[in-house]
Nanobody, 120 residues
Framework: QVQLVESGGGLVRPGGSLRLSCLAS????????MGWYRQVVGRQREFIAT???????DYADPVKGRFTISGDFVNKTVYLQLNSLKLADTDVYYC??????????????WGQGTQVTVST
């Protein structure tokens, strides 16, 4: 019932920029956070950044100063501006939303991912 759709990925040169978007649809009860993660084949999904409905943000060390997260909790939308991209940033980037499930427990929803490739 809940769907998150990412867009904006693509191929970019080192030092370049991309802007990822994530649009959530469906009912997300108690939405309190939206964020971004990334994952390469064979690796664990890695936290990148999160934005909360209390206007707080958090970033993983590898992206601090380069990536900027922006959340719109009214429209259930989150963006990630990726600047100064490095080869190591090549990953599938996933959007996530945190809410409260029907049983009152925290729930995390995931998008399908969008590929970011940084290459010469």
């Amino acid at each position: 019932q809940v769907q998150l759709v990412e867009s904006g990925g693509g191929l970019v040169r080192p030092g370049g920029s991309l802007r990822l978007s994530c649009l959530a649809s469906g009912k997300i009860g108690g939405l309190y956070a939206m964020g971004w993660y990334r994952q390469v084949v064979g690796r664990q999904r890695e936290f990148i950044a999160t934005s909360t409905n209390r206007d707080t943000t958090d970033y993983a060390d590898p992206v601090k100063g380069r990536f900027t997260i922006s959340g719109d909790f009214v429209n259930k939308t989150v963006y990630l501006q990726l600047n100064s991209l490095k080869l190591a940033d090549t990953d599938v980037y996933y959007c996530s939303a945190g809410g409260i499930g029907t049983k009152g427990s925290p729930r995390q929803y995931w998008g399908q991912g969008t590929q970011v490739t940084v290459s010469t």
